[in-house]
């Protein structure tokens, strides 16, 4: 996933996970295949 589709999912719903680097993108994904 290229960082700008990253940064346009987290600003859609996910953004509490920007704060948490390494990690995030996998967290974000896992919360957002559950929410959708």
């Known amino acids: 996933m290229s960082s700008q589709k990253f940064v346009k999912l987290l600003c859609q719903g996910g ?7 390494g990690t995030s993108h996998a967290i974000f994904k896992r919360e957002n295949d559950r929410n959708v």
């Open 15 to 21: 953004a509490r996970f920007v704060r948490q680097s």
